[in-house]
């Protein structure tokens, strides 16, 4: 296994860090628990999470996938062994904060949210606490036009970080850490934390995968100058980049077959370039998944990249994806594809 470091911290994660937004929904706690006693036996010690997983989110299950996670440490007394990440949500509907308010990442709502979690996952601290969300209105899933409100985010994401600075200094929060942002924001992000003397953002979690490289169109040289390194979400795009979706097949029980409405991943354009990136890895011999995943991995301006699996098979699979190593023709291949159908599901 390698390790990075995580930002400018002295942290070093795992080069692949256990998802687990399936743990509640699509997979029990003693399926939860096997896979970290897997997981952290292949080396991998960094862990992520979310205050609203499982997804799809539902009030009903929503936090069970950290109380998983803490009955897991409270198991196996080892919360010193792993590097744990999670995530504060924004705006939706049954999470933490009120709605009404002007902005939902303030000192009540981060604190209610931070304490709630903390519970759940039996612990008295956090090493990455993330924003899942920014608080304000962005271009994203294909939106194009972006319209300004007006509103001085500056003064709002110095609001926040001052809130986190607290949970920094209570002990609550080791390092913080963006999901879902621009380039814009995240560099708004550190320089609110330069000039106003706060906690600075040592990670972005973002997706990146074989069909949605948009992250390198800006954040890429913000992560790599800034050493704020990418945390790589959805590698292989919801498992459509295994092949398993391919010609409108439909497995039992797999994530687009229960959850119709993930469909992120799977229009017309981004099944083309799935067929060409499966047909490329068989005539190399490799699995589909894991040079999806080695690509992501071998990436500069990654530092972890986060896999998920609802069964051990999958899971080892992935993991074993670091024995991987691309050649250059493989690369080559790779940039034709995305130069002839480039990021088909951003």
């Not at 942290?11 to 509640?24: A, I, R």
């Not at 010690?45 to 997983?53: G, H, L, Q, S």
């Not at 936090?63 to 007394?77: C, L, M, P, V």
């Not at 530092?303 to 999958?314: N, V, W, Y």
Request: hydrophobic share 35%; glycine share 6%; net charge negative.
């Amino acid at each position: 296994m390698d390790y990075r470091h995580l930002g400018l911290t002295s942290l070093k994660v795992s080069l692949l860090c256990l998802g687990t937004m399936t743990w509640g929904g699509q997979n029990t706690e003693l399926q939860a628990h096997q896979q970290l006693d897997f997981a952290i036996d292949s080396g991998i010690n960094f862990i992520d999470t979310a205050e609203i997983y499982p997804l799809p989110r539902q009030e009903e299950t929503q936090g069970r996938t950290e109380s998983y996670i803490g009955s897991w440490f409270a198991s196996r007394k080892n919360r010193d062994k792993v590097i744990l990440g999670t995530k504060i949500a924004s705006c939706a509907p049954g999470n933490s904060g009120n709605p009404g308010e002007l902005t939902r990442f303030n000192k009540k709502n981060i604190e209610q949210a931070l304490d709630n979690s903390l519970n759940r996952l039996q612990t008295d601290y956090i090493d990455l606490y993330q924003l899942h969300w920014p608080d304000r209105e962005i271009n994203n899933l294909y939106r194009l036009g972006y319209q300004d409100t007006e509103i001085d985010h500056s003064a709002l994401m110095e609001e926040t970080l001052t809130a986190l600075n607290e949970m920094v200094q209570a002990g609550k929060v080791r390092y913080i850490g963006v999901s879902n942002e621009t380039p814009w924001g995240l560099m708004k992000y550190l320089e609110v934390a330069k000039y106003h003397h706060q906690p600075r953002v040592v990670s972005i979690q973002n997706p990146y995968s074989l069909i949605n490289r948009t992250f390198e169109i800006g954040l890429a040289e913000v992560a790599i100058r800034e050493q704020c390194g990418l945390l790589a979400y959805s590698p292989l795009a919801f498992g459509m980049l295994t092949g398993k979706y391919l010609k409108g097949a439909r497995p039992m029980d797999s994530r687009i077959t229960l959850f119709e409405r993930y469909i992120r991943y799977a229009n017309p354009q981004a099944e083309q370039a799935t067929e060409r990136y499966v047909q490329l890895a068989k005539e190399f011999g490799v699995s589909p998944a894991q040079m999806a995943l080695a690509f992501v991995s071998s990436r500069p301006f990654v530092t972890s990249t986060i896999i998920g699996a609802t069964k051990m098979e999958q899971l080892q699979e992935n993991i074993e994806s670091l024995q991987v190593k691309l050649p250059q023709p493989i690369l080559d291949q790779i940039e034709m594809i995305h130069h002839e159908i480039p990021n088909p599901a951003p």
